[in-house]
């Protein structure tokens, strides 16, 4: 048994033969043609040959038709910034420049590339009759954001209702999402809100309980599975994500597995992730992908567990990596084989934390996966770059993307273990949470007073 059958079951929480595996290819299938991101998410036909060739090399059982965060905000004004290895990353918010709420409105199958990805999932589900395509949504939460900025976490305190004025908005809009996919033809809905995972439990009940609960359920009245994908460091929330009441909770290597596992069991819920996307997929060997596939293998089980990424998978990462994966879930003398070698044991050196703050200038790193596409990480820059410019260059801030060798030295080296993560002189400060610019000013002010 294989494709919507096989993850049927894993959502029914029942025993599988195997682990179901869905490889969440995004721009990654552009890089298979050596198209950039702009041109294949631009065009239908491009995205129905670059998941068709996807399918073909990594024959997973379940594939997402885009991987595009910004699809549904671009409809609502938000302007995009481009790039070819990248899903595009919003640059402005309409909500903070005089547009008002009343003003926006639902956009429709048939506008922007909302039209374009709906055509590509028509074709590919003539195409693949028995593979489960997943139609992805951008969260409540994170397209609120995507439309008023990180202005959104000071009106939770001081204008709360408008922050549900606004998320009963995004709601509707993850609602006709829904209806547009499931008329195209997909067999589950993915809600991707990484955003929420810069809230705590309280703020979550407070503002996201509410609409995400009322969009999996109109998920569920759709006949369709649904799937609640989160990033970062969001362990916290991943209780008050289950009472959201999803069919299954996806997430990635920021979140250990084990934890989740026994969360979402307890809570009748299937689960899902959590491979690594550069340290394993993107800059490993095909070995190491087989290890720490097997180790979530492992990990997850039989019940209820789907392989996955914890996110999109980069557009450079080699196809030798993912037909690794591919190759291990059904070959079980492999799987034995890796069992008995000893995992590589990487024994990274530490920076000296002294020497490396010992500049007169206060040197702030932020560790991101890549801000040009994981929305948290674009987010902390942001608010890292804000509260630097007052100092002029007394500061200097840097972007420690961990899709580079580099980033992956100054992470280990710095002891960081979440994505994103801020640091002052060398000292961890703010991790995964994205703090107010304000707070982060004051503290390179009082840094800068040490110097």
Request: one cysteine or more; charged letters at 25%; proline letters at 5%.
């Amino acid at each position: 048994m294989r494709g919507k059958e096989l993850l049927k079951q894993a959502f029914a929480l029942q025993e599988t033969a195997r682990v179901p595996w869905v490889p969440f290819v995004g721009v990654h299938a552009g890089s298979l043609m050596g198209v950039s991101s702009k041109e294949y998410l631009k065009s239908a036909d491009l995205i129905v040959e670059g998941v068709s060739k996807a399918i073909e090399l990594y024959n997973p059982d379940g594939i997402p038709i885009v991987f595009d965060l910004q699809l549904e905000a671009e409809c609502l004004d938000c302007q995009l910034v481009w790039a070819d290895e990248n899903p595009p990353a919003v640059n402005s918010h309409p909500l903070m420049e005089g547009i008002a709420l009343e003003d926006l409105k639902i956009p429709l199958a048939s506008e922007g590339r909302i039209a374009v990805t709906m055509e590509a999932t028509r074709q590919l589900r003539e195409k693949y009759p028995d593979l489960a395509l997943y139609g992805l949504i951008t969260g409540p939460f994170t397209l609120g954001l995507h439309l008023l900025g990180t202005e959104i976490f000071m009106k939770m305190f001081i204008d709360e209702e408008y922050v549900h004025q606004l998320m009963e908005f995004c709601t509707k809009v993850c609602n006709a999402m829904t209806d547009y996919y499931k008329e195209a033809g997909c067999d589950v809905v993915a809600v991707v809100d990484p955003m929420t995972s810069q809230i705590g439990p309280e703020q979550f009940e407070q503002f996201v309980t509410k609409y995400c609960t009322d969009v999996f359920a109109h998920i569920k009245e759709q006949s369709l599975y649904s799937s609640f994908f989160v990033c970062g460091q969001a362990q916290h929330n991943i209780e008050v994500m289950c009472g959201c009441k999803p069919d299954n909770i996806s997430i990635d290597e920021n979140i250990p597995l084990e934890l989740v596992k026994d969360i979402c069991l307890k809570n009748e819920t299937s689960f899902g992730g959590n491979l690594l996307l550069t340290m394993a997929l993107l800059l490993g060997t095909p070995e190491d992908c087989e290890r720490n596939a097997l180790d979530c293998m492992d990990i997850g089980g039989t019940k209820g567990f789907i392989l996955a990424p914890g996110c999109d998978i980069a557009y450079a990462t080699p196809k030798e990596n993912l037909l690794a994966v591919t190759n291990l879930i059904t070959d079980t003398y492999r799987q034995d084989v890796i069992r008995a070698l000893d995992a590589k044991v990487s024994n990274a050196e530490l920076i000296d934390k002294a020497s490396y703050g010992s500049s007169p200038k206060v040197l702030v790193d932020i560790i991101t996966l890549d801000s040009g596409s994981c929305a948290p990480c674009q987010y902390m820059v942001e608010a890292a770059q804000r509260a630097c410019e007052p100092f002029g260059d007394r500061v200097v801030w840097n972007e420690r993307s961990v899709k580079t060798p580099e980033g992956i030295e100054f992470m280990m080296g710095i002891g960081a273990r979440n994505i994103p993560t801020l640091c002052i002189d060398g000292e961890i400060k703010f991790i995964s949470t994205i703090p107010p610019v304000s707070e982060i000013k004051n503290t390179i002010e009082e840094r800068l007073n040490l110097k």
